[in-house]
Each structure stands twice: as C-alpha cells, then as structure tokens.
C-alpha cells in the first residue's frame, strides 16, 4: 500500500524559507513522477512544482525562482525548498505521486504552511 508522509510546513514570517519533505513508501521510488500542490482557503488545488523520474523539473510560474523541488530516490523522499517567502504563498501543501501510464495517483494529507507579513 502506497504512504506519503509529508513534513516540514510551519509558520514563517514574509522573506523566511521552509523546506517540505514527503517520504514515499510501498512503491518503486525510482519510477514515480513526484510533485508538490498547494490549495489556499477558497481557491483550488494548484501545482507548485513536479520532477520526474529523469530529474526535470516543472515549476508554477509564482515560484519560479523561489522554490526547488528535488528528490532523493535512496531515501524515497521529495523535498520542496521554499525561500522568500510571501503571505500568499499560504496554504496546505500537498505531495502527489503517479507513475505515468499507470493508474497509480496518491495523495498524502497535507502540511499547513502559513506565512504572516
């Protein structure tokens, strides 16, 4: 059975830097695109960012610059670096995992990032 366990979300003042982790389990790592998405009270879930298994990257063009999305496939762990932070970048973060081709698509519960200015 497929687990994404997400950590790392807080509270940080405008300008800070937070760094997102999901740890995959139950699942070849290695094969999975990974990405990070964002929903903010009222508005829809967004993608923040995704890397594949090749290690390229796609990025929302609000955090382009700002954030990096990496993966570490021995530790079965995605990061999501997160620098300058801003107030609108407040919202539950949200680690997905599928395997293109593949009906495999998980979801892990969320981590609330809150930014204050």
């Known amino acids: 059975q497929v687990q994404l366990v997400e950590s790392g979300g807080g509270n940080v003042q405008a300008g800070g830097s937070l760094r997102l982790s999901c740890a995959a389990s139950g699942v070849i790592f290695s094969i999975t695109v990974m990405g990070w998405y964002r929903q903010a009270p009222g508005k829809q879930r967004e993608l923040v960012a995704d890397?594949?298994?090749?290690?390229?990257?796609n990025y929302a063009s609000s955090v382009k610059g700002r954030f990096t999305i990496s993966r570490d496939n021995a530790k079965r762990t995605v990061y999501l670096q997160m620098n300058s932070l801003k107030p609108e970048d407040t919202a539950v973060y949200y680690c997905?995992?599928?395997?293109?081709?593949?009906?495999?698509?998980?979801w892990g519960k969320g981590t609330l990032v809150t930014v204050s200015s």
């Open positions: 890397i594949s298994r090749g290690d390229n990257t």
């Open positions: 997905n995992l599928r395997v293109p081709g593949t009906n495999i698509d998980y």
